[in-house]
């Protein structure tokens, strides 16, 4: 592929002029709120730009990068993507202008043979330097070098008058010229015309000052240089295409959609969809999976909008999910992994868009729901809204949205839905952009040493104090403590010098310096004071077992669940440890299970551990896994266990994984979409966790017997008081007496409640045929009266009505009552008064 040969072409000249060439940087950055996704190949150089020391003066890189901000301009030009890939070299206060330039210019006209006539260049307005540069040493013919402004040849763009602080600077273009015979075909035409005739291929940014709070731009003592070169671009000049899309990058799947189309597709809408199969191909590559919130929903929407242009172009039902094999093969090269999860990131997306499709049965429906009530009741401008909200949402074309709206003849606003898209690229480009200052790194104030870290051998040493900070921190220049990184906590202990001791808390990190936190127990300390560092060793063994039973987990989940399985984040303390992965649903009580019986299967086979530091390359080689948030050096750490596992990890390890005892997994859940969450624990905690729960299960089988137990004996009861109630319905029948032509049964009766009594009087009714029944019983302990009043359908003809008799007596009771016409109930807190309110309706049914 000829993408393959510019890219290692670029890197091969650039390590020749002794640039660190560096692994790209994952889509997703790593300690930087500015951005939502990579956006640019210095973003992964930030400290080395403000002057951190990693080792290394000058770099150059292959960076996958995703930018949102133009997502609808994708297709519809000849090289606007999502995701692309940005070749980079830059420089650390190292090399500046004249090498930029120079190598530049060499690498295009000696390495790739571009003809020099084929090239134009762009400087700043008041960059005499960089104008010098390349018409005296380079010898570009004057008319070929333009001068822009601020908005075009200065980084970041307008930031002399806009802001944001920090580094900035000129920079300068190269450009591609397709020739007269594309574009507008004036012969005063320039790179400064976007006709297409030319083509950006590199930009050189010189960040030599320092923009402050008032505006006004100084020098800064470090010069650096940051450049970027589109690989898409560089392929399409080197391939002879005019567009992007025809290179051998994107060729084969434009092929497969157009084999796909059952008619002569529209070339546009077939570029988008290459392009955005790409970008979330990479991201779900790099652990952001389809979500409704942050870098989730961007990939969501952009499968959505790939689904609506498949269907625009009368494909039905899932196709995004065939092409994911097409992006692997394509990639294979520099991306050797995406082979081995092409199979995984397919299934993700084939589910999501599965859903959508099924989610959105049809435009029209979707149309019909959202839009229907505004054709009796008209609101232009709110559907206009609706309108931006259904492209930005379901990747619905505004001209199919017009179209219906059109037919029903619903008024819409188009300067609303224009707005509203106005203000969705804005956001775009805020979280595409720098936010606040430019740079900010933490800790690049504290001017000591790299503290040389003992504690994978040692868990005490003699060290010299080097600094005591405020708030408790000390730094030594060798320890045994851990400091927290990768999820595990920081090492807790001790720090003695004779009788002074003083007692570490945590322990934390801060670029290569590690800080003791904690306070002074007993006498005090200075700088250059020797000490014992002592951990806490059996916390340590503790966090071990743990921080190796999160390795073993994750073997058994990939095992289990399928290799798509990627650690997202973790947490590992003392007692207990917390895993998350991706994952896209949650897992069954089956599916939880098999997981542990897996990784306690592993750690029955008594399997070493062993650590070994070798190059990153090697190690990606040999199969190990990398938390996609941790970005790792040149050398790395590789935690093997047996045939089980093999991870990237700084952490602390056990010998030997039967010292993990056992894994039980505590609880399974969702963080956020797509990314699932297990707490676990191991060994003595573990054991601990079962016998206390093996309790709670006893406890509560008692306790479920105990209400089975109660059940039985309130149906009993419930029995007995129904064949006790059977039995009274004659006696209260015979006790009855004749009113003004009224049957009246009134009985006062030993220990019912009140639903015995509703019960009771109902029994009574059935028997009665006709009448009033009054019943009355009381609770002498708790000083409560009940009272029920039944009347029998032919009554209330004649105007007698329960709720209205019960009100008349309750006051008797102390209470009051109500209910329907043939049967109302009353409650009281005089007892005594039972027998008068039984007289008072005898003298209410006979006045």
Known sequence: MQADFLREKFLAFFKSKKHKIAESDSLVPKDDPTVLFTPAGMNQFKKEFLGFDSGFKRAATSQRCLRTDDLDKVGKTSSHHTFFEMLGNFSFGDYFKDEAISWAWEFLTKELKISEDKLWVSVYQDDDEAYKIWKDKIRIPVKKIIKLGDKDNFWPAEAKSKGPNGPCGPCS???????????????????????????????LVFTQFNRKEDGSLTPLPNKNIDTGMGLERLASVMEGKQSNFETDLFEPIVKEVCNAVPRSPNLK?????????????????????????????IVRKIIRKASMHLMSLGIKGHFLDRLVPIVAEIMRKPYPELMNQREEIAQIILAEEKNFIQGLGSSEELFKSKFTKFIDKPNAETVGNMAFLLHDTYGIPFELTCQWLEKHKVSFSKKAFEQAMEEQRARSKSNSAMKGDV??????????????????????????????????????????????????????????????????????????????????????????????????????????????????????????????????????????FRFDFTHFKGLSKEEIARVEEVANEYIYKHQSVSCKEMPLKEAKKEGALAFFEEKYGECVRVVSIGDISKELCGGTHLDNISGIGRIKIISEGSVASGIRRIEGTTAGFAEQFIREEEQKAIEEAKRIEQIKEQKKQEKRRSLEVNNSLKDAVPRLINKGIKINGVNLVSSLEADLEMNALRLLADKVKLELKQGVIALGSQDNAQKKAYLVIAVTQDLLAKGLDAGELIRQVAPLIGGSGGGRPDFAQAGGSKPENLEAALEELRKVINP
């Open 439 to 576: 740079f900010g790194a933490k800790g690049l104030d504290i001017k000591l040493k790299e503290s040389k870290f003992v504690g994978y051998q040692d868990n005490s040493v003699k060290a010299e104090i080097l600094a005591i900070l405020k708030d408790g921190e000390i730094i030594l220049d060798q320890t045994p403590f851990y400091a927290e990184s990768g999820g595990q906590v920081g090492d807790t202990g001790k720090l003695v010098s004779g009788k002074n001791v003083f007692e570490v808390s945590d322990t934390q990190k801060i670029d290569n310096v590690i800080l003791h936190i904690g306070k002074v127990i007993s006498g005090s300390f200075k700088k250059g004071d020797k000490v014992i560092a002592e951990i806490d060793s059996e916390r340590r063994l503790n966090i071990a077992r743990n921080h190796t039973a999160t390795h073993i987990l994750q073997a058994a989940l990939r095992k289990v669940l399928g290799t798509h399985v990627q650690q997202q984040g973790s947490l590992v303390a003392e007692d207990k």
């Open 269 to 297: 809408i077939v570029y988008a969809i290459a392009d955005h199969i790409r970008a979330v191909v990479f991201c779900i590559y790099d652990g952001v999976l389809p979500s409704n919130e942050g870098r989730g929903y």
């Open 173 to 203: 273009e190269i450009f591609y010229d397709f020739g007269v015979n594309i574009g507008c075909g004036k012969p005063d035409c320039t790179p400064a015309c976007d006709c297409g005739r030319f083509v950006e291929i590199w930009n």
